[in-house]
Structure formats: C-alpha cells, structure tokens
Nanobody, 121 residues
Framework: QVQLVESGGGLVQPGGSLRLSCVAS????????MYWLRQAPGKGLEWVSK????????YYGDSVKGRFIISRDNGKNTVYLQMNSLKPEDTALYYC??????????????WGQGTQVTVSS
C-alpha cells in the first residue's frame, strides 16, 4: 500500500533552517509529481511547493518563495524540503503528497503522518 514517511521537523529559532525528508513506497515514485503541504493550528491546508517527476521543474507558494527549496532523489524514493530563514508563521504540520502537475491526491489515507515544524524563540 501507499506509504509516505515524513521526518526532519523540530523546534527551531526564527531565522534558522530545517531539512524535511519524505520517503515513499507502495507506488512508482518517479511517475508522480510530489507536493509539500502544511497545516497550521486552527488554519486550513496550505500548498507549499511541488516538483515534477524528473526534479527539474518546481513551484513555490508565495509565502515561502525565496526561502524554501524542494528537491527529489528518485533513486531513493525521497523528496526533500530545505527550509531557510524560518519564521514563526512557518509553524505547521508538514505533509508530502503525490499528485500530478495540476493537483495532489486528496485521499488522506494516501498521506503520511506529517512532521511538525515549530519556529519559536
């Protein structure tokens, strides 16, 4: 079955950096775009970034553009999110989700448990 395991979250001070990883299994990873989404307490789901199957095309939400970098290693079935210059408003539970170029899979049973990022002094 589809399994996605996110890791790398934690507590970091404003201005700091974290690198999230997501290891996928149960599907042909290299056939799918991969998305990073996040959900802050009491807020809706926010799209953060997405990367195409080969890793050469990527997009970012306005709130993270210039600070976050998405990448993938198809040989390791892993997608990464390098997060720099972190702000308190980046505090959220971060998920990686497969999809196509237009959208991500909405079925929550295809999602991982997420990894918590907390930015606070």
């Amino acid at each position: 079955q589809v399994q996605l395991v996110e890791s790398g979250g934690g507590l970091v001070q404003p201005g700091g950096s974290l690198r999230l990883s997501c290891v996928a299994s149960g599907f042909t990873f290299s056939d799918y775009w991969m998305y990073w989404l996040r959900q802050a307490p009491g807020k809706g789901l926010e799209w953060v970034s997405k990367i195409n199957t080969g890793g050469g095309t990527y997009y970012y939400g306005d709130s993270v553009k210039g600070r976050f970098i998405i990448s993938r290693d198809n040989g390791k079935n892993t997608v990464y999110l390098q997060m720099n210059s972190l702000k308190p408003e980046d505090t959220a539970l971060y998920y990686c989700v497969p999809g196509d170029g237009a959208s991500y899979v909405k079925r929550r049973d295809y999602w991982g448990q997420g990894t918590q990022v907390t930015v606070s002094s």
